[in-house]
């Protein structure tokens, strides 16, 4: 995602830009607000970075001009240290966060996975809106012909024609989200109002008064519920709903249970230490759940992944101008049998990253599957499975794939890979593999 860079100091700008662009980042950078302003539409496909003081328009004022047209971009601030009482008000006026300098790269690429984050999603929400007159378009998204997504998509029809409350569980990147979209569309509520509420996103106070109230007269919106009257009220990351506004929820389910007049969806990732099943009172999680989905994962859905893989990198192929690359079976092979920890989002992503491989005439899927990020936690997957076994059972399958693949030779590997030698040694140390079994 792009992540565009203004600061009137050229060496601040290049360095940010260099480091950004390491840590996977498409940078654009900006010598002025006013060069920038001209770049930054409401449907901005990233989120800016800017210094405070330059000259000309500044970054209070460029703040206000882009909350102007788009108040959900993520806005971070660079602010020197007789600034950050400025800062703390740009925050007032909308600003995603603010580093002070100095500061180490590592706090700035924090910032910005958090604000890319956040402006995906808010994308991908302004998209489904954009597709809601259509209900027909939104199920068609949720691509598959699997049995277990035949399932979901069955489950979706019929569920969408009840008033009763639903959750949606289902692993990150699975497409909980779209789902809940595809419920309202496929309703008879589809032509009515559509509030997404990020339980995570407020601090309890805040949460509070969004979703139930009371508003103050300068307040530009409604509570929630109130917004939503006669149509779907989404609430994602449902676990982290505070005590204090579980019980507030309560009541207000049971206030709205005789007129029916609100649909009411939320959303938890199952597979979190902080799933909706442990977080929530047991009275709400059993209301909520009247009615409730699981959202397969990507490793469940067989032949389902090839069908994706080779859907967006069609897709991605045309929006870069080339051929859409040939897997051989080897690599479709590592496709199916990956463990795709980040799920339908991970896939998308490594298509992308494929095309732009294959583009420049170097396919090498391997390299993009294999897990260097020695970090997987012991996360439950929805089977109950820790999901690092089905990471640590990949790699040690394609690891072993590969040494066969070049007869034990460990560069050649390495090369495959794209791991260092003590990346290697280390993981074929980890899985009890011997270089000498492989010699031919």
């Known amino acids: 995602m792009k992540v565009a860079v203004i600061d009137d100091e050229r060496d601040m700008r290049l360095s940010i830009t260099q480091w950004l662009a390491?840590?996977?980042?498409?940078?654009?950078?900006?010598?002025?607000?006013?060069?920038?302003?001209?770049?930054?539409?409401?449907?901005?496909?990233?989120?800016?970075?800017?210094?405070i003081k330059m000259p000309g328009m500044d970054g209070m004022k460029l703040l206000k001009k882009l909350m102007g047209q788009d108040s959900t971009l993520p806005v971070i601030l660079i602010t020197g240290h007789g600034d950050v009482p400025m800062a703390v008000e740009a925050m007032r006026l909308g600003a995603f966060?603010?580093?002070?300098?100095?500061?180490?790269?590592?706090?700035?690429?924090q910032l910005v996975k958090s604000a890319v984050q956040s402006r995906r999603l808010?994308?991908?929400?302004?998209?489904?809106?954009?597709?809601?007159?259509?209900?027909?378009?939104?199920?068609?998204?949720?691509?598959?012909?699997?049995?277990?997504?035949?399932?979901?998509k069955e489950d979706i029809l019929?569920?969408?024609?009840?008033?009763?409350?639903?959750?949606?569980?289902?692993?990150?990147?699975?497409g909980k989200t779209l789902v809940a979209h595809a419920l309202h569309a496929a309703s008879q509520k589809s032509t009515k109002k559509l509030i997404i509420i990020h339980c995570?996103?407020?601090?309890?106070?805040?949460?509070?008064?969004?979703?139930?109230?009371?508003?103050?007269?300068?307040?530009?919106?409604?509570?929630?519920?109130?917004?939503?009257?006669?149509?779907?009220?989404?609430?994602e990351n449902i676990e982290t709903l505070p005590i204090n506004l579980q019980g507030k929820l309560l009541d207000k389910m049971a206030e709205l249970e005789n007129s029916l007049e609100t649909r009411l969806i939320t959303i938890s990732n199952h597979s979190s230490p902080l799933s909706a099943k442990k977080m929530l009172r047991d009275d709400l999680y059993f209301r909520i759940s009247s009615l409730k989905i699981s959202v397969p994962p990507l490793r469940k859905r067989g032949s389902d992944i090839l069908d994706l893989f080779s859907q967006?990198?069609?897709?991605?192929?045309?929006?870069?101008?080339?051929?859409?690359p040939l897997l051989n079976s080897e690599q479709s092979s590592q496709l199916l049998h990956a463990p795709w920890q980040g799920n339908v989002r991970q896939?998308?992503?490594?298509?992308?990253?494929?095309?732009?491989?294959?583009?420049?005439?170097?396919?090498?899927?391997?390299?993009?599957?294999?897990?260097?990020?020695?970090?997987?936690?012991?996360?439950?997957?929805?089977?109950?499975k820790p999901l690092k076994e089905y990471v640590e059972e990949f790699e040690k399958s394609l690891i072993e794939s590969i040494m066969r693949k070049h007869?034990?030779?460990?560069?050649?590997?390495?090369?495959?890979?794209?791991?260092?030698?003590?990346?290697?040694?280390?993981?074929?140390?980890?899985?009890?593999?011997?270089?000498?079994?492989?010699?031919?």
């Open 22 to 51: 390491l840590s996977g980042y498409e940078p654009e950078s900006f010598a002025s607000a006013e060069d920038a302003i001209v770049n930054i539409g409401p449907n901005y496909p990233g989120v800016v970075v800017t210094d």
């Open 407 to 440: 007869k034990g030779s460990i560069n050649r590997v390495m090369e495959e890979l794209l791991i260092p030698r003590r990346t290697l040694n280390e993981k074929m140390a980890k899985y009890s593999l011997n270089r000498s079994d492989y010699l031919k």
């Open 200 to 235: 995570s996103a407020f601090d309890e106070a805040s949460l509070s008064k969004r979703l139930f109230g009371p508003i103050e007269v300068s307040d530009s919106f409604l509570p929630a519920f109130e917004e939503a009257k006669g149509g779907t009220l989404i609430l």
């Open 122 to 152: 808010t994308l991908e929400n302004r998209e489904l809106r954009h597709e809601l007159l259509d209900g027909s378009k939104i199920i068609r998204k949720l691509a598959g012909s699997s049995r277990i997504m035949l399932k979901l």
């Open 97 to 109: 966060n603010f580093l002070e300098k100095p500061f180490e790269p590592e706090e700035l690429t």
């Open 312 to 324: 967006y990198t069609l897709s991605f192929s045309e929006e870069y101008g080339c051929s859409p």
């Open 158 to 174: 019929d569920f969408s024609q009840s008033d009763a409350s639903i959750l949606i569980e289902g692993e990150t990147g699975t």
């Open 347 to 384: 896939l998308i992503n490594i298509a992308e990253q494929i095309v732009i491989q294959s583009r420049r005439g170097n396919l090498n899927l391997s390299s993009l599957l294999i897990v260097t990020d020695e970090n997987v936690d012991n996360t439950k997957t929805s089977d109950g």
